[in-house]
């Protein structure tokens, strides 16, 4: 699909007629002038475009060729765990029954969308080894918000407003800090140590009564596990701080070990990561935020209450004085929750500890595939995803990471997360998932390696890549100088 | 093997094997006092179920609720459904656009990237505005975040916010708010439910904001709410709603600074309320300290048009704790579910939605007040939803309950005697009789108000 896609905008509009979705009015229109007075009714019609059906089906589907699925190939995207997407989970939240509910009927009309919260929030208590989730988080970074809006709410409902500060490993996702800065932290940021590890004892030196609690992932970004989380999230509860973990990565313990077996007080999961959930080109995602006992007055409200003797079974409690109020309105992305727990019955406990198996087995049979190539930046055994780098690659011939990740384009693959974590020099994050198939897996083994052998002879050829793609290389520094942002 | 996991443990034991690794040592560095040793939950079954099995169980949950396709709904207050036409769930269940991830890799993501620009380029021509971001989680959160935007671009700590908000905006803006230090003022309706004339005096406003058409349906003045903030050195807001802006002269037009708002109604499911889709507009000069994601057009080294990820200088991935928002993944998927039903309408189809539920709502009001049951609560005109009052302190409660025995889901009850209803282009003229016909049967019968 190299050929030029035009925009929507560009389309000749040739007469089609576009009020053949609707039913003819049957009430008299009013004289809508008249009705809203002088002043108030466009004088103009929209400038958008009357376009027939064939011409927006046509449009949408050539440029939905113009991306990648996982359904196309390996999707290695570190950190973003790019796994297949059940096709059952759809079929299941499209059920009119579901699809066709409005948040605000009453709880006696909804009671199977209550029933289902209500069983995923037993099941994700059992699975993280919480006590609470609330479901209104609409994506991970807005978990992460509100974990910390309770922390927060915490420590003031205690007198504590002094405690200002937010612990964060260097190594942590944007999110963490930006998170922590919109709900007035300051970020005391901890150092890793040489083996990609939180260093415990800079931790230990940036302790004081004025931490509000710490953000942790684990496996942490370098998809190495924290070893010594029990250690620091112990420390950190006797300085009186809470623990936060960032379930950006929960899908590689899962059934192994659990957040709050590990110390956390809070704890967000994006359920396209752990779950399978689409990721749909960056959204809708869900973050739904689990708690201990100690935060539960602070939880977003609505929160969803079962009465086992009385009708109806399920409610939703709003008096809850010390709720740190609502993130978004009503009750949260529901459909997406609905693939979720589509997507846990599918699995059971023994299946869910398979899914981190096979996630965790298939990371690093790929890194013993490819270490010879590449720069291992840390000898802890990986986890979900390792880390590898271009440094050799770009030493001796001036290949970069972007090369590549833009060569890998060119046989087939979507690149793995680049440039991330930033505390590791031209870093390629590669995750392949627990659903990569052998082939996949084989595949991306030998592409990696190719294109380390055409390094050193065929450099140009990867400063080139990707050469089958609808575009080459864009000017970013152009898109960002001076924007194009609409048309 | 479990689920949807395409190696055995068998086989993949043996590939672990082939590159000198070990299955049982997979999980090594995990410490042995954490490890999970029970695998055993009542909450879990241990085994996964069949897909069948899957498919029984939620059809099952699902046929525990009553749907707004099988009773007449007239619930709305920020959630409309209007008709969302068969070809936008074929498209967006492409799976090119279903299971991509964000576009990062913008050669590989011309297709997510071209209908973010495509989306931003009908968002701003509906608002009338010069920047759109990718979109936001909902409306109330982009409501939050657009205030947030005003606070950054005057490094100002205060906001005044019309109670005509829809409350649960309200609630997700005094969140945000009350956990970034800073302060939401609110204002009190005038007697004709609207702001006007309610706007304060004061230089430490970041902004003003209004929504219009309000909760209560009715039209707000955007050119006072302009006025009253240029006055005041601050900057305007509005949340709008998308369908009306094919009636209603756009917030741009007014010079607004901020619209944002709810794109749920542009065919997008009610899904129990979510996931919803946010929109974020705001003119030229704040272009620079928006907050989420924004596609670009530009070009690449052969001179082809080329879309990618811009001005990300703004964003957390770059600039942490500096960062204009922490907000990282969009709606795309929705927001690409909006831009096709909004290229499947067009003008004319869009004016026609806008048109019907206007005049259909209108058509209910009138058929309400006629019954001699109601009294308006506000006089001024409204798009597709209205408030109305019992006369002698009817309690609606009570009505709702005996019109849902009658599969009918009443209006929002807002206080005792005070009934929030919403109508689209959907519902016919005869559902509407039959609706208005059924609530004097009801509210006449002395057995159920005879008291």
């Not at chain 2, 967006?92 to 620009?117: D, H, M, V």
């Not at chain 2, 230089?203 to 003003?208: I, L």
Request: hydrophobic share 40%.
């Amino acid at each position: 699909m190299k050929h030029k896609l035009n925009l929507i905008f560009d389309l000749p509009q040739t007469g089609a007629d576009n009020k053949r979705f609707l039913k003819k009015c049957d009430v008299v229109k009013p004289n809508f002038q008249n009705y809203y007075g002088e002043n108030t009714l466009r004088d103009q019609d929209l400038d958008i475009p009357d376009l027939s059906e064939i011409q927006v089906l046509r449009h949408y589907t050539n440029m939905s060729s113009r991306n990648f699925g996982v359904e196309n190939g390996p999707y290695p995207l570190g950190s973003c765990t790019m796994k297949y997407n059940p096709k059952i989970n759809e079929n299941v939240a499209g059920l009119p029954g579901f699809q066709n509910t409005h948040p605000l009927q009453p709880v006696e009309t909804v009671q199977g969308n209550l029933a289902l919260l209500y069983n995923l929030e037993q099941k994700l208590n059992a699975i993280f080894g919480m006590d609470y989730f609330t479901f209104q988080p609409s994506a991970g970074a807005h978990g992460e918000l509100t974990g910390i809006m309770m922390i927060k709410a915490y420590h003031e409902a205690n007198g504590n407003f002094e405690r200002k500060v937010m612990l964060i490993p260097d190594s942590a996702h944007g999110t963490n800090p930006a998170s922590a800065a919109m709900a007035e932290f300051e970020i005391r940021e901890i150092k890793s140590n040489e083996h990609g590890l939180v260093d415990v004892d800079d931790l230990i030196s940036k302790l004081d009564d004025q931490v509000a609690g710490i953000m942790l992932t684990n496996p942490n970004t370098l998809g190495l596990f924290e070893k010594e989380v029990a250690e620091m999230t112990d420390l950190v509860h006797r300085a009186g701080g809470l623990c936060y973990y960032d379930g950006a990565n929960a899908n590689a313990i899962l059934m192994q070990t659990r957040p709050g077996d590990m110390g956390f007080d809070v704890v967000h999961l994006n359920v396209h990561k752990t779950f399978g959930t689409p990721h749909g080109g960056g959204g809708p995602g869900a973050g739904p935020v689990g708690i201990k006992k100690i935060l539960e007055p602070f939880l977003p409200k609505p929160v969803i209450v079962k009465n086992n003797n009385t009708e109806p079974n399920y409610d939703l409690d709003y008096d809850r004085p010390q709720s740190i109020g609502k993130v978004r309105a009503f009750i949260g992305s529901f459909a997406v929750y609905v693939k979720t727990y589509a997507y846990i019955l599918a699995y059971g406990a023994e299946g869910l500890a398979e899914v981190s198996e096979a996630a965790v087995a298939n990371a690093n049979y790929l890194l013993e595939r490819v270490r010879n190539s590449y720069h291992v930046p840390y000898s802890e055994p990986a986890m979900h995803e390792f880390i590898i780098t271009s440094k050799m690659l770009k030493e001796q011939y001036g290949v970069t990471t972007t090369d590549v990740a833009k060569r890998l384009i060119d046989k087939g693959f979507h690149p793995p997360t680049v440039y991330f974590p930033l505390i590791v020099p031209e870093a390629m994050m590669v995750e392949p998932t627990d659903t990569e198939t052998l082939e996949g897996l084989e595949g991306l083994a030998n592409a990696f390696n190719e294109i380390a052998e055409e390094a050193a002879e065929y450099s140009q050829l990867l400063k080139d890549a990707p050469h089958d793609m609808p575009i080459t290389r864009p000017d970013e520094t152009k898109a960002a100088r001076k924007p194009v942002l609409k048309v | 093997m479990s689920g949807y996991v395409p190696i055995s443990k068998e086989k993949r034991a043996e590939l672990l094997e082939s590159v000198g690794l070990k299955l049982e040592n997979l999980f090594n560095a995990i410490p042995d006092e954490i490890k999970l040793e029970k695998q055993e939950f009542v909450e879990l079954q241990s085994d996964g179920l069949s897909e069948q099995e899957i498919l029984e169980q939620l059809t099952k949950l699902a046929e525990r609720n009553q749907r707004v396709d099988q009773y007449d709904s007239y619930l709305g207050a920020g959630y409309y459904d209007h008709y969302s036409p068969a070809a936008i769930n074929h498209l967006i269940n492409r799976q090119e656009f279903l299971t991509s991830y964000t576009p990062y890799q913008a050669e590989i993501s011309q297709g997510t990237l071209q209908a973010i620009f495509e989306w931003q380029s009908y968002i701003c021509r509906l608002t009338g505005l010069d920047v759109s971001n990718s979109s936001m989680y909902d409306g109330a959160s982009a409501a939050a975040e657009a205030l947030l935007l005003a606070c950054r671009q005057t490094r100002k700590e205060k906001v005044w916010v019309s109670e005509g908000i829809n409350p649960e905006y309200l609630k997700t803006i005094k969140t945000y708010f009350h956990a970034g230090g800073l302060e939401v003022e609110v204002g009190s309706l005038n007697e004709q439910g609207t702001a006007a004339g309610t706007y304060p005096t004061g230089d430490d406003y970041a902004a003003f904001m209004i929504q219009s058409p309000n909760f209560f349906g009715l039209i707000e003045d955007m050119s006072e709410l302009v006025t009253e903030a240029k006055s005041n050195n601050a900057l305007s807001a509005v949340s709008c709603d998308l369908i009306s802006l094919a009636m209603f002269k756009s917030p741009g037009e007014y010079g607004v600074d901020i619209a944002s708002g709810e794109a749920q109604p542009l065919g997008i499911p009610l899904n129990f309320g979510g996931p919803a889709v946010g929109f974020l507009a705001a003119n030229q000069k704040l272009m620079r300290k928006m907050p989420g994601r924004i596609a670009g057009q530009t070009t690449d080294t052969e001179g082809k048009t080329a879309y990618v990820l811009t001005i990300q200088a703004r964003e957390q991935h770059i600039r942490r704790e500096k960062a204009t928002s922490n907000i990282c993944t969009n709606q795309a998927l929705l927001a690409t579910s909006a831009t096709i039903y909004l290229a499947l309408n067009g003008r004319t189809g869009l004016r026609e939605v806008a048109e019907q539920s206007a005049a259909k709502a209108i058509y209910l009001y009138t058929e309400l007040i006629k019954t001699g049951y109601f009294d308006p609560v506000y006089s001024g005109p409204f798009f597709r939803e209205f408030a109305i009052k019992t006369k002698d302190n009817l309690d609606l409660n009570l009505l709702n309950a005996k019109l849902l025995e009658n599969r009918v889901i009443g209006g929002l009850v807002l206080t005792k005697d005070i009934w929030l209803l919403a109508v689209t282009e959907k519902k016919s003229k005869k559902s509407i009789d039959d609706f208005v016909s059924l609530v004097v049967h009801l509210l006449s019968d002395p057995e159920i108000y005879g008291g």
